[in-house]
């Protein structure tokens, strides 16, 4: 059989290139992720010993204020603000001509005197025009900064601001009640003034002419924080910040973060700014080839497929950038973001030490860019690990629900601990951090989702996925249940021995189980052509020659492998109808036909297509399959007769090179042997005989 010419982009060289360019595109990603500015060289912690050498402060610097002690500061100018109001007298004249015009509308009504009218209506203006002027006062909207007002305000009147007190003023609510009285009281000096009166509600005549003037307010509140003093004190060069050993006190602790700060600041000049690209560029490329090094010693397999490597690679990317986001926006916790669901995907989809691995690759990069960085690597790498470890398998829903609760008990006890290290206080422990564990745990099962959204862009499959594509009510299988009984019973014999197999051996039981329901699905297309389906001893190939039948039997590859692609079955499980059979001939028609001597035979017309497995599972159901059925030929079937089946079905695959490209070993063929004939043994009842009553 001729080797096919590989193709350009499949060649070795091209995938070294492919593989090169990745990393080199990842480097490049991550470089520009991390922090422009550079890093303290110290790491320190609130209430721990000073475990470096004495430092000395290289230059001048300003002592930091606390953002705690900033913003009372803050809070505390900003009470002494006094709030502008402007004032709207057209408002009241507007609402006067409007009571005026109901005041003579009454009269006209009840025949009043036109003169005693005028006097009435003069006396009850009077007491709506008093209220106008000293001004009804707006309520400022809950938030602002002065949003009670029970102090001085300004009343900005023909653009000239007057400050008065805000008890003098009206707000509606005694606007009314001022308007009520007065009104009450003229009524009462005389009698008939209730004709008038009475016939109008002073409410309806009130409203607001004194309005919040924000923007004058805001400019005299920026005027006030000018003022606000963000240092405390400077240490001069070459004074002694703290020594070896020393416990770091809460002033201490606000000296090197102002001198922390004031050194990443000063590093802007264009020598300084060099060295720190070096450095960036020196790191990244150090834990890429730390991740390479890895990948290459102990998941080797990893670097033959373009796929994973690229799918590794990206959600990493993917989850620094995310966090780069985050910590850039400064309005959300960077322990909010679910971290651990990247190596939970990882593990999903590759493997569990990778994800370890990856994770705290990650962890390391990203703690570079969170302030306090040493807490969040520490806090980080054990949730994600033990997160992987607790999730042998995605194949529930609730294995991922405890998972999350798993994933917020170690970042809780944790940092708890932590906590402890640092404060030996528990009143100390800022115990609101724990509602952004509790959100980081619940955010983790978007994972669920995700797994589906990296199958369709990736072109893997989940274990989820895997069990889905088992149901015998899968619209594939209940076909071929329907319409090919005996294909359908001799796939589930098969994918019973396969699964056994690689689950002692070391696999996935679930692709396989799922490669083994799906390698006969072409025999739908023609399934009275295969002897299982057959019934009343007819024959359809006694109407065809025998390349004929050798073609419609071998056909059922390809068919099955369009067939599965039409139902868009993916490509890990067509893998196996690909190499379920390899490149064996087609025994029966093939040795009929050698009975002739004389007669040229074309090899090419009585082999299967191919490719040969080239995994572990493909090779367990290529073996698995032809076991089962040479063993449904034997006329006696006993434990002597089941060994030699499955030794000689052995010998042949590995005589024919169809084993040559499967990861198995000699220990792997030995305990694969064992394995089919304790199932076949089991599946046949075979019975040691009972000896005859004398």
């Known amino acids: 059989m001729k080797l096919q010419k ?49 430092l000395i402060a290289p230059f001048d610097f300003a002592i930091m204020k606390s953002d705690q002690s900033v913003s009372n500061e803050r809070d505390s100018l900003i009470r002494t603000l006094t ?3 402007q004032f709207h007298d057209s408002v009241g004249k507007q609402e006067i001509i409007a009571l005026s015009s109901k005041i003579d509308e009454i009269t006209l009504k009840e025949n009043t005197e036109i003169l005693y009218s005028r006097v009435v209506k003069s006396k009850v203006i009077k007491i709506f025009e008093k209220i106008y002027q000293t001004g009804i006062l707006e309520q400022i909207a809950s938030g602002t900064p002065v949003s009670s007002v029970k102090g ?47 016939k109008f509600n002073p409410e309806d005549y009130l409203a607001i002419n004194l309005i919040y003037d924000q923007d004058k307010t805001e400019v005299e509140k920026q005027k006030i924080l000018e003022n606000l003093s963000t240092t405390n004190g400077v240490i001069q060069e070459g004074e002694r910040i703290v020594s070896q050993g020393d416990v770091v006190s809460p002033r201490t602790f606000l000296i090197l973060e102002s001198l922390k700060s004031a050194v990443e600041k000063s590093r802007g000049d264009l020598t300084k700014y060099y060295l720190i690209v070096i450095g960036k560029a020196v790191f990244v490329s150090m834990l890429l080839l730390t991740l390479f090094l890895f990948i290459y010693n102990i998941r080797r397999k990893l670097l033959r497929s373009k796929r994973d490597i690229t799918f590794t690679l990206f959600m990493m990317m993917l989850m620094i950038l995310f966090c780069r986001l985050i910590v850039t926006s400064g309005t959300i916790p960077i322990y909010i ?17 990778l994800a370890i691995f990856v994770n705290t690759i990650t962890a390391i990069i990203v703690g570079f860019m969170v302030p306090n960085g040493y807490e969040f690597v520490l806090l980080t790498i054990p949730a994600g690990s033990i997160a992987v470890i607790s999730q042998n398998n995605l194949q529930r829903r609730d294995q991922l629900i405890l998972t999350s609760l798993i994933i917020f008990f170690v970042y809780a006890f944790t940092y708890i601990g932590i906590s402890l290290i640092q404060e030996a206080n528990l009143s100390a422990i800022n115990w609101e951090v724990m509602k952004w ?6 955010l983790t099962l978007i994972t669920y989702l995700v797994v589906f959204v990296i199958e369709k862009s990736f072109g893997f499959v989940s274990d989820v996925t895997l069990i889905e594509l088992s149901y015998s009510n899968q619209k594939l299988l209940r076909r071929l249940a329907e319409e090919a009984p005996g294909t359908f019973q001799h796939s589930l014999q098969v994918a019973n021995l396969a699964e056994e197999a690689v689950s002692r051996l070391g696999g996935n039981p679930l692709l396989v189980r799922a490669g083994a329901l799906y390698h006969d699905v072409g025999k739908l297309l023609n399934p009275l052509y295969f002897i299982e389906n057959q019934t009343l001893g007819i024959n359809p190939h006694d109407q065809h020659t025998i390349e004929e039948s050798a073609k419609i039997i071998m056909e059922h590859v390809p068919n099955g492998v369009e067939l599965a692609r039409k139902h868009q079955i993916p490509e890990q499980i067509i893998d196996f109808i ?48 032809s076991i089962e059925a040479a063993s449904r030929s034997l006329d006696k079937k006993d434990n002597l007769k089941l060994s030699n089946l499955i030794e000689s079905i052995f010998q042949q695959k590995i005589k024919a090179g169809q084993l040559d490209d499967a990861p198995l070993t000699f220990k792997d063929i030995t305990l694969l042997k064992q394995i089919f004939l304790e199932k076949l043994i089991n599946i046949y009842h075979v019975r040691s005989a009972y000896p005859k009553k004398d």
């Open 6 to 54: 590989k193709k350009w982009f499949e060649s070795e060289n091209w995938h070294t290139i492919y593989l090169t360019s990745v990393f080199i595109f990842t480097g490049l990603v991550l470089y520009f992720a991390m922090p422009q500015e550079g890093r303290f060289r110290y790491e320190f912690q609130k209430g721990r010993p000073w475990m470096h050498a004495t």
């Open 437 to 442: 564990f509790l959100i980081n745990a619940a």
């Open 152 to 198: 001085e305000l300004f009343i900005v009147r023909d653009n000239r601001a007057e400050k008065t007190s805000a008890g003098q003023l009206y707000s509606l609510k005694t606007a009314y009640g001022e308007a009520f009285t007065a009104l009450e009281q003229l009524k009462n000096s005389d009698p008939d003034l209730k004709l008038i009166i009475g």
């Open 337 to 353: 973001v679910p971290f651990t669901a990247l190596a939970l995907i990882i593990r999903t989809f590759l493997d569990a030490r």
């Open 83 to 85: 709030p502008y109001f």
């Open 578 to 625: 690909r190499t379920h059979h390899g490149t064996t001939f087609t025994s029966y028609f093939y040795i009929q036909l050698n009975k002739e001597p004389d007669l040229k035979i074309d090899e090419s017309l009585f082999s299967y297509p191919g490719p040969i497995p080239s995994t572990r599972e493909t090779a367990v159901v290529m073996l698995a399959d």
